[in-house]
Antibody, heavy 118, light 107 residues
């Protein structure tokens, strides 16, 4: 059974960089697409971007200028960096898997709340 | 980019009622639409893929239909455990967009 687990600081100061890692267990990170999705408190889901195991990425145009997603296949992990954060970036951040191109998100992490505050 | 519009944004229905949620895409997406259920405080779960394919373990009272730009999620008989927010999501091409969600409550 594939499991995903997000990790990283729960509090980030405004203007700084939010950094999260998703560790994949129970399966290989290869041959799948790995996404970050976020959900502000009381609001809907926003897809941030994906990375393929080769390192190919695609970012939400609304966040593209501030987002970097990377992968470490040796550790079965992928990571998110979001820079110049503001209070509007406060959200639960999920990592999720798409089994292949043009497939929905079949496995999700439990999510981690990141609060942007001084 | 293709936008997804769900309606209604919320609904309240009685146990046993038939409930219908619609998702409209601003451009055709063939059948590349998924539905997710997110119960309060929980992680979203995939209910339906490819517009109408029920995932393993999902009760048969859930069904999906549609293709192109207009899609529907139907609950044939609403149960208390179906209280949740439901999201549609397109995945034919990136960016992979979600609808704004439909909150389902019991009357």
């Amino acid at each position: 059974q594939v499991q995903l687990q997000e990790s990283g600081p729960g509090l980030v100061k405004p203007s700084e960089t939010l950094s999260l890692t998703c560790t994949v267990s129970g399966g290989s990170i290869s041959s799948h697409y790995w996404s970050w999705i976020r959900q502000p408190p009381g609001k809907g889901l926003e897809w941030i971007g994906y990375i393929y195991h080769t390192g190919s990425t695609y970012y939400n145009p609304a966040l593209k200028s501030r987002v970097t997603i990377s992968v470490d296949t040796s550790k079965n992990q992928f990571s998110l960096k979001l820079n110049s954060v503001t209070a509007t970036d406060t959200a639960v951040y999920y990592c999720a898997r798409s089994s292949a191109w043009a497939e929905p998100f079949d496995y999700w992490g439990q999510g981690t709340l990141v609060t942007v505050s001084s | 980019d293709i936008q997804l519009t769900q309606s209604p944004s919320s609904l309240s229905a009685s146990v046993g009622d038939r409930v219908t949620i619609t998702c409209r895409a601003s451009q055709g997406i063939s059948f590349y639409l998924a539905w997710y259920q997110q119960k309060p405080g929980k992680v979203p779960e995939l209910l339906i893929s490819a517009a109408s394919t029920l995932q393993s373990g999902v009760p048969s009272r859930f069904s999906g239909s549609g293709s192109g730009t207009d899609f529907t999620l139907t609950l044939s008989s609403l149960q208390p455990e179906d209280v949740a927010t439901y999201y549609c999501q397109k995945y034919n091409s990136a960016p992979w967009t979600f609808g704004q969600g439909t909150k389902v409550e019991i009357k």
